[in-house]
């Protein structure tokens, strides 16, 4: 069984400044662990993605995410918040064994100007 | 081009009538999904394909019925509609089974009447 928690179902964040945004997961098998965007009134894209190589992955628009074994933690960053970055974002975890992805419930970003 | 498009995007319809999504996708990929997503925001997978069979059917009421006519294509039909089915559908792809890169398509806004 696998799950996906984010903790904080609204964070907002000023123009420029930090974005952390918190996933932890459950996964009886080694995870892949996702991040998804999802921009109004449109489908998810990937943002990242963690598959057991570089516990520090990259991804799209300056985010990143750092793998956290010990923490069973998967958060999301970006230095420096912009405008374009308010959207809706979901964590996602998917074990090694098969193909169901799990979502967890979604943070909305809101930044303020 | 559109990658994954979904028909119609909007759809108002009442209680106990009988409606269609279509799903077309042009990545050449071999797995296609159905989501759908509640009015808090959290997805839910219904169905997944792969190669026009039936590999996931999540807890769906019978009322739904997914048809793939070829790899490219997942439709979704829903019989007898009922207040709770009101939600946004999202068709997705991925290239292979055990991917959980998912590909989204826009969604279709289903509001039941």
């Known amino acids: 069984a696998q799950s996906v928690t984010q903790l904080g179902s609204h964070v907002s964040v000023s123009e420029g400044a930090l974005v952390l945004l918190r996933c932890n997961y459950s996964?009886?098998?080694?995870?892949?662990l996702f991040w998804y965007v999802q921009y109004p009134n449109q489908g998810l894209q990937l943002l990242l993605k963690?598959?057991?190589?570089?516990?520090l992955v990259k991804g799209i628009n300056g985010f990143e995410a750092e793998f956290k074994k010990s923490e069973t933690s998967f958060h999301l960053t970006k230095p420096s918040a912009h405008m374009s970055d308010a959207a809706e974002y979901f964590c996602a975890v998917k074990g090694n064994a098969g193909n169901m992805l799990t979502f967890g419930g979604g943070t909305r970003l809101m930044v303020k100007p | 081009d559109t990658a994954v498009s979904q028909t119609p995007k909007y759809l108002v319809t009442q209680m106990g009538n009988d409606k269609s999504i279509k799903c077309e996708q042009n990545l050449g990929h071999d797995t296609m999904y159905w989501y759908k997503q509640d009015s808090k925001k959290f997805l839910k997978i219904m169905f997944s394909y792969n190669n026009k069979e039936l590999i996931i059917n999540e807890t769906v009421p019978n009322r739904f019925s997914p048809k793939s006519p070829d790899k490219a294509h997942l439709n979704l039909h829903i019989n007898s509609l009922e207040l709770g089915d009101s939600a946004v559908y999202f068709c997705a792809s991925s290239q292979a089974l055990n991917t959980g890169e998912l590909f989204f398509g826009e969604g279709s806004r289903l509001t039941v009447l």
């Open positions: 996964s009886s098998v080694p995870p892949y």
């Open positions: 963690y598959t057991s190589a570089a516990t």
